[in-house]
């Protein structure tokens, strides 16, 4: 019943331009809470780390089974939570504009079904991988990066343009961010 | 294609047991963010008040067309986002109960689909209709209350225990919360 996590889907959730960075990468583990607070964090070889507390974030949009191509099965496919990190959407709520060091994740999870007592419908299991946006046009070429952190890894390193960035780029409704899947953001 | 609103939708997201107001409600009309910042505040007429930033608050499940009984059609019914307040949220964390004036909200969204560039899946239309469980034994016997604001009311009145309260008791994994549809409480 569940259709396997297709690339396609994954691709339509996030993007942003030649995730590669451009340069010799700096260490930025800064102290949680302080001035960074909320912000990105990169190891010296440019690894992004896994932030914290991404389920306190805002949760802009959810979704089931998004894909780009006509769904060839009768499985759902996976459901989508994106987060918006909450300093970065105070700032797009101020300006309808994404800062630098905006932080979106994605969270993918299967779907389940009769869970009692529902008999119709479908709910969320277990999660199945984490990916983050992150925007910093000093780091990235195009100003957007992408990343998966799987079910549990600690740090992640860019994804391949074809694997995020292109879609987003060519596709998003604003800014390389599929506002047109979130709705308060769209009301903005 | 939208299966329309059934009750039984709505029925299985929320349920205390009798909500009724079992003395004379007293104001409390407090400043927000105060003291009692993230507590339900009810008119001298005991109806509650719309909280402000819900959407600020905690996601702890999302699902899509959850119902009591086989679907009857091919529609797929509608997305639930359901909320818990911060501090609620902290409190659950810490000892895995939830405190008195607790409060969970449920947000209805019809969902879309082929909003470009999807070709697949569902996302989320715009609000259809905000509820809210307020648990809170000194005001309500059984001590939870559900609450419907529609799209846009800025109060509402406690519902009848047929149309939430009497599921949430039956049915709910722990005091009244649907846990088992809520994957990083269940977890605890």
Redesign the interface.
Known sequence: MIRRLLPS?LV?AFTGAAPSISGPATSSDRVPGGADRGMPRFRADGALLRPDGV??W??V???????????TDDGV?M?H?VYLE?GA?EHFLRTGGFRDGTMLALSI?K?VNR?????????????AALELAVKDPERFQGGWAYFDFGRDARSARVLPRERCAR?HAE?AARDNVFM??Y??LRAR
């Open positions: 889907a339509i389920e306190r805002v949760l949009g959810t979704s089931l089974g998004l894909g780009y191509s006509n769904a496919g459901f939570r909450p959407y999870r779907p869970v009692p007592p529902s008999r119709a419908g479908w709910s969320e299991g277990e999660l879609c596709h047109q899947f709705p308060q």
